[in-house]
């Protein structure tokens, strides 16, 4: 079994910009909606994983991961996974030593930038970027699969802000 160890924040500058290694686009949906884990198709370029997720909220939750041929990666997107699917450019910018991951949202979910570092273990030390703003790992809203059933459009101002 995997661990994923992951903090989330808000992204408050255009900063991260000039540091980019490297930019991925991703597709993904959600199948069924369980209550105990989320199970996610995702296809990243030219690959594609099936995902699924405890649904413990914080930063660390248990993960398993396995390939999908892209045909099928696709039909799961486009038949049976829920709506509006999750679309994003994931960013990946070095960093004091770890890769952040800067997730720049589409379609239904425009205006959301969300910065992501995974690490090793839980408590591992790491320096907060300039451009990383307030911490969202713990608020549901952010989480990919909440974005499906309640998309960044839809949002309050105070919940854009960070609050609510």
């Given at each position: 079994?995997?661990?994923?160890?992951?903090?989330?924040?808000?992204?408050?500058?255009?900063?991260?910009?000039r540091d980019v290694s490297r930019s991925c686009r991703f597709r993904q949906g959600y199948l069924g909606d369980s209550p105990a884990a989320s199970v996610?198709?995702?296809?990243?370029?030219?690959?594609?994983?099936?995902?699924?997720?405890?649904?413990?909220?914080?930063?660390?939750?248990?993960?398993?991961?396995?390939?999908?041929?892209?045909?099928?990666?696709?039909?799961?997107?486009?038949?049976?996974?829920?709506?509006?699917?999750?679309?994003?450019?994931?960013?990946?910018?070095?960093?004091?030593?770890?890769?952040?991951?800067?997730?720049?949202?589409?379609?239904?979910?425009?205006?959301?930038?969300?910065?992501?570092?995974?690490?090793?273990?839980?408590?591992?030390?790491?320096?907060?970027?300039?451009?990383?703003?307030?911490?969202?790992?713990?608020?549901?809203?952010?989480?990919n699969v909440s974005l499906v059933s309640y998309p960044y459009r839809d949002w309050t101002a105070?919940?854009?802000?960070?609050?609510?």
């Amino acid at each position: 079994m995997g661990l994923e160890v992951e903090h989330k924040f808000l992204v408050c500058s255009d900063a991260w910009h000039r540091d980019v290694s490297r930019s991925c686009r991703f597709r993904q949906g959600y199948l069924g909606d369980s209550p105990a884990a989320s199970v996610r198709v995702r296809i990243e370029g030219e690959q594609a994983n099936l995902n699924i997720k405890g649904m413990t909220i914080g930063v660390q939750r248990p993960e398993f991961e396995y390939p999908v041929p892209l045909a099928d990666a696709d039909a799961l997107l486009d038949q049976l996974c829920r709506k509006p699917l999750i679309e994003k450019i994931r960013h990946f910018v070095p960093f004091a030593g770890h890769i952040w991951e800067v997730d720049v949202f589409l379609g239904d979910n425009a205006g959301l930038v969300v910065a992501e570092i995974e690490l090793e273990a839980p408590g591992e030390a790491f320096s907060l970027p300039p451009w990383a703003g307030a911490e969202v790992s713990g608020l549901v809203r952010y989480y990919n699969v909440s974005l499906v059933s309640y998309p960044y459009r839809d949002w309050t101002a105070e919940e854009r802000a960070g609050h609510g």
